[in-house]
């Protein structure tokens, strides 16, 4: 019954960063199947609030559950293995490896889930085709738009529970930027697994089911 697991509940959450509180006391849910939008000009603490919660920042105070797991107090390789297992993370540059093609980008995130290399890139290749991305261009001769499409096949790869996105549109032109956002928010339709994507742009907000404002006392519904 994993599916009817809620990919994510942050209760109380709190964060400060040497001489400031960047947010106090938040509450979220990300539903399976469904898109949350955090919106927030540049250094309200989005960043830090997905390092947050994927366990890459110790929580001070409040609680972070995803799928099911509690964060505060988990081991490093626990939270390790349940971001490999559960969590699918989306940059704004789109992180890849500019020397390896867009196909290998992907099926190194594959291997981990597939174990098999020739799974792994039959994989790789199938959802390059969905999202129209060459595979054999390297990755450093992508399009921006091409770039992120390959970042979000490369973040489905070990099939998540929770998509994570950090301004994933946030280096694209509107034409692109729509193209990227439409394919992004089909991912919780089609998998049925949680996303949330935080950016400063209103328009890709809109497409979420609900928006949120970070501020300093929380996030405010807009
Ligand atoms: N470890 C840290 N030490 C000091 N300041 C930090 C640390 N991490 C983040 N910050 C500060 O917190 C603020 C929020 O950063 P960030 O989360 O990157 O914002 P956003 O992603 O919304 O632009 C920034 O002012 C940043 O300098
Ligand atoms: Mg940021």
New binding site residues.
């Given amino acids: 019954m994993t599916e009817l697991v809620q990919p994510l509940r942050v209760r109380g959450l709190s964060c400060a ?2 001489g ?1 509180t ?1 947010f106090a006391n938040l509450d979220l849910d990300v539903e399976a199947g469904s898109a949350v939008a955090i919106l ?1 000009p ?8 997905l390092s947050t919660l994927l366990g890459l920042r110790p929580i001070e105070r409040g609680d972070v559950t995803v799928c099911g797991t509690q964060l505060r107090g988990l081991p490093r390789a626990k939270a390790s293995r349940l971001r490999r297992d559960a969590v699918g993370i989306v940059f704004q540059d789109g992180a890849l490896l500019p020397e390896l093609t867009a196909a290998e980008n992907v099926a190194v995130a594959a291997m981990m889930t597939l174990g098999d290399p020739s799974a792994a890139a039959s994989a790789a290749d199938a959802a390059l085709a969905k999202f129209g991305v060459p595979p054999d261009t390297l990755a450093g001769d992508l399009s921006g738009g091409e770039r992120q499409r390959t970042a979000v096949a490369r973040a489905l790869a070990n099939e998540p529970r929770l998509v994570l996105a950090d301004e994933p549109t946030g280096s694209l032109d509107h034409a692109t930027r729509d193209d990227v956002a439409e394919i992004l928010f089909g991912v919780p339709r089609s998998t049925g697994c949680g996303l949330l994507i ?1 950016t400063h742009d209103p328009s890709v907000a809109a497409r979420a089911d609900r928006a949120v404002r970070l501020g300093s006392d929380g996030l405010v519904a807009v």
């Fill in positions: 960063v040497p400031r960047l927030g540049s250094g309200s603490g989005k960043s830090t609030l935080v």
